[in-house]
């Protein structure tokens, strides 16, 4: 267990500067955390796996949708930790032909490599995943385990996201940027925050509920959210925002991926562009990994004629 958690420090990389306007951008590379349980899923899986170890728990029972981070790194976890994983997966057709939708997803092969056993549900059974109906439901199918929420997030995910900030990252910068789906993250930011520090949260899902999602999970107030740089809603793009992604790419070296932490750092520069953030301030945006969806949303992308993310390859 330790060597998994054995190092959660992540550097701070220079994202793109505007000396003219004395703003500096730099991101938090918490996706060079670990190779395979990378970002804000190794924080927030941390304390959830410790507990269910001193619980005596072997079996984790988490939730998703076919290109879940979550997913892709609780099965890693578990492959790595020898804890039995199963994934409630989010599209009942995925599972008519296990073979042909491994074939042409990444990240539920990867998941299936490293052990996860799948049981997929329609999407309407899927909306009920919290209830005790449907918790009882999954013991007799697969006995006790130990319960993961969608996407990691509970009191437990919120003290690992605590640990994101260092003392020098809340002395060095005014404003800390997180993209959020489940908020968990962002209120782990919140909570740890200086006083001086202003937390942007950059909801990846259309609707204004995430504010009232975070509040869940912290008492801090001192905190914005933007809702409408999603490009559509959830895991949605355009050839704006693919293009934007490999452009900064060749600029800065650093890898954005397209569900998340590109629509973040799209949403911030449109904010320092348009002056709703100006005069000197030191920015640090959150890297919440997710790379290992680039291969299949390639695919998505392909598939559409559309254009593509570059650095597939090279990551």
């Not at 998994?4 to 000396?19: M, P």
């Not at 395979?36 to 029972?61: F, H, M």
């Not at 404003?175 to 919140?190: E, F, H, S, W």
Request: aromatic share 8%; with cysteine.
């Amino acid at each position: 267990m330790n060597r998994l958690f054995k190092s959660q420090d992540s550097v701070n990389e220079r994202f793109k500067s505007y000396r003219d306007l004395d703003i500096e951008m730099d991101m938090k590379r918490d996706d060079l955390l670990h190779k395979e349980v990378s970002g804000n899923k190794l924080r927030k899986l941390k304390y959830n796996l410790l507990q269910a170890q001193e619980l005596g728990q072997d079996t984790i029972l988490t939730y998703g949708g076919a290109f879940s981070n979550h997913i892709a790194a609780t099965a890693a976890a578990g492959k790595l930790l020898g804890i039995k994983v199963i994934g409630i997966i989010r599209g009942e057709e995925l599972g008519a032909d296990l073979n042909k939708t491994l074939a042409g997803n990444a990240t539920l092969r990867q998941a299936h490599v490293d052990g996860m056993k799948f049981h997929f549900v329609t999407r309407e059974k899927y909306r009920d995943k919290e209830t005790d109906l449907f918790l009882e439901e999954m013991k007799v199918l697969f006995g006790n385990f130990y319960n993961i929420p969608e996407g990691g997030t509970n009191e437990l995910a919120v003290k690992g996201t605590q640990e994101i900030l260092t003392e020098s990252d809340k002395e060095n910068y005014d404003i800390i940027c997180v993209a959020a789906g489940t908020g968990g993250t962002a209120a782990g930011i919140i909570n740890s925050a200086a006083p001086h520090q202003k937390v942007m949260v950059f909801s990846a899902l259309k609707g204004d509920f995430m504010r009232s999602e975070i509040e869940k999970y912290t008492h801090g107030k001192e905190f914005e959210v933007i809702d409408e740089i999603a490009f559509g809603g959830y895991a949605k793009s355009d050839d704006r925002l693919i293009d934007y992604m490999n452009i900064r790419f060749r600029e800065s070296g650093i890898p954005l991926e397209p569900i998340y932490t590109a629509k973040m750092m799209y949403g911030i520069e449109q904010m320092v562009e348009s002056s709703v953030i100006n005069g000197k301030t030191r920015i640090l945006a959150i890297h919440t990994g997710g790379l290992q969806s680039i291969t299949g949303y390639n695919k998505v992308l392909e598939k559409k004629r559309r254009l593509k993310i570059s650095y597939e390859n090279q990551l």
